[in-house]
């Protein structure tokens, strides 16, 4: 199995901050948040509160999202010239995404592309809270360990070196940077 990190490794860019940003423009009411976000982001900065506390203060958005389904999908499906060629060619059938960013979120890309095997942050998609952890670094092998077909890892690829505990289990592991993939520094 060949596992892939979303967000700058087979998504161009930044799915999450992407959907923060076409909210504001599609679903004006969530303007209301940016003062709140701004706050968090500021304390967040100054490491006075975790990522995940800042994360699920910027999602509180998502309260003035009525139709959050609907809206999903439409972004979704707006964004789906994000996903990298290089992917698409040498994708498999049962490739795995392990992402931090909102399931409900990955879940809608994964299904278009045919990737049944997601792990992602669980965030309620109506409050923005987090019904979990943060799936980001050590959370991620965590997480993927409790699966209860946790097959081999052939070939990991991500964009960060965050992922390294991801990579030490992969076989073969790849550092993505834009579209060209160098081997994992060494372990």
């Known amino acids: 199995m060949n596992v892939y990190d979303w967000d700058n490794t087979i998504y161009r860019g930044d799915s999450t901050a992407d959907f923060v940003l076409w909210l504001y423009v599609h679903r004006p009411l969530t303007l209301l948040s940016v003062f709140r ?11 006075l509160i975790k990522k995940q506390t800042f994360k699920q203060n910027l999602y509180h958005m998502f309260v003035f999202v009525k139709d959050m389904d609907q809206t999903a999908d439409a972004f979704v499906e707006g964004h789906m010239d994000h996903v990298k060629e290089w992917y698409l060619r040498q994708q498999k059938k049962d490739d795995m995404v392990i992402s931090a ?12 592309l045919g990737i049944a095997h997601v792990l992602a942050s669980q965030v309620d998609p109506k409050t923005g809270k987090y019904t979990g952890r943060n799936c980001h670094g050590k959370e991620k092998v965590r997480r993927l ?5 946790n097959a081999d890892i052939e070939e990991f690829y991500s964009d960060s070196i965050s992922d390294a505990p991801l990579a030490a289990l992969a076989e073969k592991a790849y550092l993505i940077k834009g579209d060209q993939r160098r081997v994992w520094p060494q372990k």
């Open 145 to 149: 360990k409790e699966m209860e077909n």
């Open 37 to 47: 976000t701004a706050g968090c982001g500021i304390l967040y900065g100054l490491h």
């Open 101 to 112: 960013s909102p399931e409900f979120m990955i879940r809608r890309f994964c299904a278009k």
